[in-house]
């Protein structure tokens, strides 16, 4: 049986209740007798935040900027791991994916993120070699801005300020938007994670079939 990629995606300050709806959803599905695995996705902003603007971007045809690259091979990474899991047919739940970078790079306005990040990171997710993977089911938790920006508190800055939530919400639900209707679920973010998954449950037992 092939298994599945269930994706989690949100604007920054989401992610404490993604993690509580991931975890409520990786038991629900054991207790159903799913093998599922987790993993994290890392995206350019968490890169940001790790320091790696501070390494040298240079080769010998320019200067690429180093979360670039960083993408690239943390997409080539959760893709091989992936794919492993779901040949044995089991679900993989991933926080965060290419809407992501999408996301972060859009929003720092990045003049790479439409050509060059779409068609290498599909590459590096198999495209050409093992069979690109692609998330059979993406959901979008929509926490408000305001929201997002009292859970970072001080964190937020110096990297962002809160216009960038409104901005980076405008872009996932531009990029969310492409995606086919039967493969995305947005689910209001405006309640405890307790009482938005059974929402949750019912999209992925749904796309699990």
């Known amino acids: 049986m092939q298994g599945k990629l269930v994706v989690f995606e949100g604007i920054y300050g989401s992610g404490k209740l993604i993690v509580q709806l991931v975890n409520q959803l990786r038991d ?24 790696v603007g501070e390494l040298d971007g ?18 080539a990474r959760v893709a091989a791991v992936s794919r492993d899991h779901m040949a044995r047919g089991e679900v993989v739940l991933c926080k ?13 306005g990045h003049d790479w993120f439409r050509e060059d990040l779409n068609v290498l990171e599909a590459r590096a997710r198999g495209l050409t ?5 692609s ?19 001080a ?5 962002f300020v809160p216009a960038d939530l409104v901005r980076q919400r405008q ?22 994670a307790d009482a938005i998954f059974p929402e949750v449950l019912a999209a992925v037992q749904s796309a699990l079939g």
Request: glycine share 10%.
């Open 58 to 75: 240079s080769w010998r045809y320019g200067r690429f900027e180093p979360d670039f690259f960083f993408e690239l091979a943390g997409r």
């Open 129 to 133: 070699s093992a069979g690109e993977v």
């Open 135 to 153: 998330p059979d089911l993406t959901v979008f938790v929509d926490v408000t801005p305001e929201t997002a920006a009292r859970e970072l508190g």
């Open 155 to 159: 964190s937020l800055s110096p990297h």
């Open 96 to 108: 965060s994916f290419t809407l992501s970078s999408i996301a972060y790079a859009a929003l720092k």
């Open 171 to 192: 872009i996932y639900m531009e990029e969310l938007s492409k995606l086919p209707a039967g493969k995305v679920k947005i689910i209001g973010g405006s309640q405890s």
């Open 28 to 51: 629900a599905l054991v207790k159903q007798g799913r093998v599922v695995y987790q993993i994290d996705s890392p995206d350019s902003g968490r890169a940001q935040f790790m320091g």
